[in-house]
Antibody, heavy 121, light 110 residues
Framework: QVTLRESGPALLKPTQTLTLTCTFS??????????VTWVRQPPGKALEWLAL???????YFSTSLKTRLTISRDTSRNQVVLTMANMNLDDTGTYFC?????????????WGGGTTVTVSS | QSVLTQTPSTSGTPGQRVTLTCSGR????????VSWYQQLPGTAPKLLIY???QRPSGIPARFSGSKSGTSASLAISGLRSDDEGDYYC???????????FGGGTKVTVL
């Protein structure tokens, strides 16, 4: 059974850096076709893709946020870490990690439950 | 504003068939496979359709997907009250080098 779980701070101040960890089980990020991706959702708004890391360690970032994002993996601990620098009020929302399957169209087949992040002074 | 365009809302009565659309460009829908996600209130998104028209195991045949040119559709037949929620299309965009989502369609069961 594939599961993913997000963890990180619930509250941040503007300009701080967000660090989120996705801990997964049931698959190996070293296996071809496997990726882990991050998606966020501001309150009442649509899903927005942020970043992904693939089985080779290649990384991809949202064009609009790439200067603020990093993504890394620890395959031995089955974790993927996303950092987002210089947080502002507009970054408030729910952050999801998901397993992404590269073949057949880069779809997200299993999602974590999400973690809520609030940016407030 | 989302790269993919979805009608913001649609509604239907129980048992009815509704069709949701997702409009994109050559660089995304025109070149790659589309997936669809269901997000029920207060929950994480759930994969409904991948590779334009394939259902993961456990997804009922009431949900079907199709693609033509730079547009894709999700049909829900036999609409049920527990289908109420938001539905998102997604696809890889070759120009942006990443996946993009539609703005979502809110489905209401009257």
């Amino acid at each position: 059974q594939v599961t993913l779980r997000e963890s990180g701070p619930a509250l941040l101040k503007p300009t701080q850096t967000l660090t989120l960890t996705c801990t997964f089980s049931g698959f190996s990020l070293s296996t071809s076709d496997m990726c882990v991706t991050w998606v966020r959702q501001p309150p009442g708004k649509a899903l927005e893709w942020l970043a992904l890391i693939d089985w080779d360690g290649e990384t991809y970032f949202s064009t609009s946020l790439k200067t603020r994002l990093t993504i890394s993996r620890d395959t031995s601990r089955n974790q993927v870490v996303l950092t987002m620098a210089n947080m502002n009020l507009d970054d408030t929302g729910t952050y999801f990690c998901a397993r992404m399957r590269w073949t057949d169209g880069a779809f997200m087949d299993v999602w974590g439950g999400g973690t809520t992040v609030t940016v407030s002074s | 504003q989302s790269v993919l365009t979805q009608t913001p809302s649609t509604s239907g009565t129980p048992g009815q068939r509704v069709t949701l659309t997702c409009s994109g460009r050559t660089s995304n829908i025109g070149s790659n496979f589309v997936s669809w996600y269901q997000q029920l209130p207060g929950t994480a998104p759930k994969l409904l359709i991948y590779r334009n028209n394939q259902r993961p195991s456990g997804i009922p045949a009431r949900f079907s997907g199709s693609k033509s040119g730079t547009s894709a559709s999700l049909a829900i037949s036999g609409l049920r009250s527990d289908d109420e929620g938001d539905y998102y299309c997604a696809v890889w965009d070759d120009s942006l080098n990443g996946p993009v989502f539609g703005g979502g369609t809110k489905v209401t069961v009257l």
